[in-house]
């Protein structure tokens, strides 16, 4: 089973920046989709951004176009999220998800916290 290691959560005022990070078990490149889901108190899981990895196709919510970018380093299977101008509605749980195999198997990471206060 492919396992996820989130890091790079915390604290940060409005208009900053953070970077997460997600290290894979397995080689980016054998899964099929890469991304970034977050989960706000009271509110549904959302996706953030995915990477396609088979041709590097991106997809962001609309929400964080413009300012966060996803992006991988396949030499040490990790999976990056850059955040900037941060906005207090963006602190919620942040998640690493991959899918992978012919029926798509879901694995998720443990989640890290991401607040912004205003």
């Known amino acids: 089973q492919v396992q996820l290691v989130e890091s790079g959560g915390g604290l940060v005022q409005a208009g900053g920046s953070l970077r997460l990070s997600c290290a894979m078990s397995a080689r980016i490149s054998s899964l099929n989709v890469v991304g970034w889901y977050r989960q706000a108190p009271g509110k549904q899981r959302e996706l953030v951004a995915s990477?396609?990895?088979?041709?590097?196709?991106?997809k962001y919510a609309d929400s964080v176009k413009g300012r966060f970018t996803i992006s991988r380093d396949n030499a040490k299977n990790t999976l990056y999220l850059q955040m900037d101008s941060l906005k207090p509605e963006d602190t919620a749980v942040y998640y690493c998800?991959?899918?992978?195999?012919?029926?798509?198997?879901?694995?998720w990471g443990q989640g890290t916290q991401v607040t912004v206060s205003s």
């Open positions: 990477i396609i990895t088979d041709g590097g196709s991106t």
């Open positions: 998800n991959a899918k992978y195999g012919a029926w798509s198997t879901n694995r």
